[in-house]
């Protein structure tokens, strides 16, 4: 193997790492700012509604 695909290797994630990262911030859910954004907007479509 060339030392630039031994570099590449150690540079970008393999994709079984990159999912279980993925599925990390997915289970953590969204940051507080944006839920409460996300909650006003329902609310906002509801009394338009």
Known sequence: ???ANERAREIIPR???R???VAE???EGPP???RRTFEAAIRIIERLC
């Open 32 to 34: 507080e700012e944006d």
């Open 25 to 27: 911030r997915i289970e």
């Open 19 to 21: 999912a279980g990262q």
């Open 1 to 3: 193997m060339s030392c």
């Open 15 to 17: 994709p079984q790492a």
